[in-house]
């Protein structure tokens, strides 16, 4: 998933460990209504395990696998007929940031409904194929499943399921038996890894939402209240201990009130809710206008304030004194900076929302601590006060750099509605021109070559304001490339993906995939071979590859992959890059990478009926996915191994491994194997 967090707050990874399980997220049951002597409803129930997406039938090209039903597992020329089209429940609609398009999908449940018309009255059960792709966060899978319908009218669970041990098809995939029975050492996620990958999660949220509240207070709606309420505390109390009291509970206040707020996200909005919410066209188009008006704020073309009714309405609760003045004080201190606060806590309570659970909690919890850890330091130890730096024309600096940065992400917000609509204005070009041109302009507003309105004269730059310049200045060089098609890793995400939305999706200039270097001595493509990812030699078939990896002596390395998996193309495009990881893949094993959702048919004298699900086994894909599921135990993409060239497995798999020096170092160590039983 995608943050709409500011930049330098972004570079997160997350690792997710292979789970050695067949996946099953959808259960499917059958029911027969009868509507008359030879008419039938066949109803097709789907019960989705939470946080995961069954697919619509329709849905545009280049996205997920539609749900489709396959009627043709008997002779329905003699038995029934179909009466219209398959009809579906209700899907919900949104923008998935995934696939980064707009899709249509079933949460919780869905039903599906097939008329029929009857021809043979002998006939008593229908059998039916279904395929369909499911997701959630981390993978995807690709089952088919066969559902049978009893035309009684009774409800009959689905006929055949996945088990470990019911079926040998080593004669199918080629296997010695002794490979056929090979059980990897898995890694497998438990519950207590998973509560801990969440934890982690949840700091990353607090320190993040830290940071973010720590700029907050460099703005001047607050920097300027920190000595001032402060001075107010120590002064006004009677004794030192009541001052530091006071200012302790003025800060508590300030986490209570942005901490209520993150309370009442997480009770109205769940997860699924909040999501559908920040990716739909309206709420989009709202926040991009809306950073767009506080952007120029900031650059100083108008000041916005709140009604001063309101302002007024918490001044006199503040004249109350007392434990209810102090809260009235913090509560007028988040009205009165409203105008700075809101655009960064907003995005950060956003981003956390969309996470679901108590991440809203946890994110206000760490934005408000940051702004009121000054107030209980200063009060403990009120001489630092002396050494603060006084309000200047730099709270100002502040300010207009924070407009940049706000101008720049709401061209972030635009390009999701582009997105969302299809417009194709907001090319990935298009996007990285205008930030090129923000960051640009910043770094030249930073070196004093721009002014702005409430700027003031500017007779030196100091050495920090020296190093931001240079900082925005190499940033925008940065992204440069990125217009001839390279990757800007730093900013992956924020600019529209360059193979849906780009004028050149190999780059400007390019016509074809830029051929990366290596060492690679083959100088022509091998029989059977083609052009991979990233233009490494690749096998489609297994039995293919194996020959040519013992041909020219060298390791497999299999890659089960799938042609909508996001994971899989992060894999390729992020980490498949890096020099070290490269060099292995295009010169040290033999790539073989086996697309689980192929649909291209396999020849009539190579389908089979198969003994582990008992469904018709007709495209390729589902030859590997069963090849996948009967070997390693698993469905879910991508899974790599290493084999020697008798198809041994002599490497752990591994999925998805966003850290290139980790998977280098898997990759590494599997070939020495090899090496070392030569």
């Known amino acids: 998933m995608k943050h ?19 996946l099953n997220p959808v259960k499917w049951t059958t029911k027969t209504e009868k509507l008359s002597e030879t008419q039938y409803n066949l109803i097709f129930e789907a019960d989705i395990e939470e946080h995961w997406h069954l697919y619509s039938q329709n849905l545009p090209d280049g996205g997920p696998i539609p749900t489709e039903f396959n009627f043709d597992s008997i002779d329905k020329t003699d038995n029934f007929k179909l009466i ?32 029929i018309e009857l021809l043979n009255p002998d006939l008593k059960t229908i059998t039916v194929d279904i395929a369909y792709q499911a997701c959630d966060d981390e993978r995807c899978i690709y089952p088919q499943k066969s559902v049978t319908f009893n035309l009684d009218g009774s409800v009959k669970q689905e006929t055949k399921s ?34 801990e990958n969440e934890a982690k999660g949840l700091w990353v949220i607090f320190f993040t939402a830290f940071f973010l509240g720590f700029l907050v207070l460099l703005t001047p709606c607050v920097f300027p209240m920190i000595p001032m309420t402060v001075s107010f505390f120590t002064k006004q109390s009677k004794t030192r201990g009541q001052g530091i009291r006071n200012a302790l509970l003025y ?68 004249n109350k004194g007392g434990v209810v003045g102090i809260f009235f004080m913090a509560l007028a201190l988040a009205v009165v900076s409203f105008s700075c606060t809101f655009p960064i806590a907003g995005t950060a309570l956003l981003d956390a929302a969309t996470k679901g659970g108590i991440a809203p909690i946890i994110s206000m919890l760490g934005f408000s601590s940051a702004i009121a850890l000054p107030f209980a330091l200063f009060a403990f130890f009120p001489s630092w006060l002396n050494s603060m730096p006084k309000s200047g024309g730099w709270l100002n600096t502040v300010k207009v750099v924070l407009g940049f ?20 204005i907001l090319t990935r070009e298009v996007f990285l021109a205008i930030w090129i041109a923000i960051f640009g302009t910043l770094g030249l507003y930073l070196l004093g070559k721009i002014k702005l309105p409430h700027d003031s004269p500017l007779t ?62 083959v100088t022509e493509l091998p029989e059977h071979a083609h052009y991979g990812p990233n233009n490494i030699i690749a096998f489609h078939d297994y ?29 390729e495009e992020q980490v498949w890059v890096e020099e ?62 290493i084999q020697d060239t008798d198809g041994n497995d002599i490497s752990k798999p591994v999925g998805y491994t966003p850290d290139a020096d980790e998977y280098h170092d898997w990759l590494k160590a599997g070939v020495k194997r090899f090496k070392d039983k030569q």
């Not at 080593?170 to 990897?184: G, H, M, R, T, W």
């Not at 940065?405 to 194709?424: G, N, P």
């Not at 217009?483 to 016509?511: D, K, Q």
Request: hydrophobic share 45%.
């Open 84 to 115: 219209g089209k398959v009809l579906e429940s209700d899907y919900i609609t949104a923008f998935d940031k995934v696939f980064e398009m707009d899709l249509n999908f079933f949460d919780n449940e869905a039903t599906f409904t097939q008329k």
């Open 4 to 22: 709409n967090l500011f930049l330098f707050t972004t570079l997160l990874i997350t690792a997710f460990s292979v789970h050695a399980q067949i």
């Open 162 to 195: 996945l088990t470990e041990d019911n079926a040998d098809l080593s004669n199918i995939f080629n296997l010695e038996d002794n490979q056929a029975e090979v059980k990897p050492d898995f890694t497998i996620t438990d519950s207590e890894t998973e509560a």
């Open 543 to 571: 039995e293919q590859g194996l020959a040519y990896a013992k041909k020219v002596n060298k390791p497999v390395m299999l890659d089960f992959t799938g042609l909508t998996c996001v994971n899989c193309r992060k894999m």
């Open 251 to 318: 800060g508590f206040f300030i986490i209570v009130i942005y901490t209520l707020l993150g309370t009442a996200i997480s009770a109205i909005f769940g997860s699924n809710a909040m999501y559908e919410f920040s990716t739909g066209v309206i709420f989009n188009t709202i926040m991009f206008l809306a950073l767009l008006i506080f952007a120029f704020s900031f650059l100083g073309a108008f000041e916005i304030m709140l009604p001063n009714s309101w302002v007024n309405k918490v001044d006199s609760g503040a």
């Open 405 to 424: 940065l706000e101008l720049a992400f709401a061209f972030k917000f635009l390009s999701m509605v582009d997105l969302v609509l299809e417009w194709h």
């Open 460 to 521: 030196h730059i100091s050495v920090g304001r020296l190093c931001m310049a240079l900082l925005a200045l190499s940033f925008t060089v940065y992204m440069i490339p990125g217009l001839w098609g390279a990757p800007v890793e730093l900013i992956s995400g924020f600019p529209p993906p360059m193979s849906t939305n780009s004028e050149s999706p190999y780059g400007v200039g390019n016509t074809k995939p830029a051929v990366y270097s290596g060492t690679n001595n």
């Open 580 to 641: 070290h990881v490269f060099n292995i893949l295009n010169n040290d094993v033999v790539l073989i990478s086996l697309y689980v959702d192929d649909r291209k048919k396999l020849p009539k004298d190579e389908q089979y009926e198969s003994e582990l699900t008992g469904n018709n086994v007709t495209t390729f894909g589902h030859k590997w996915l069963e090849f996948q599921q009967v070997r390693y135990n698993t469905n879910a993409q991508p899974l790599y191994v």
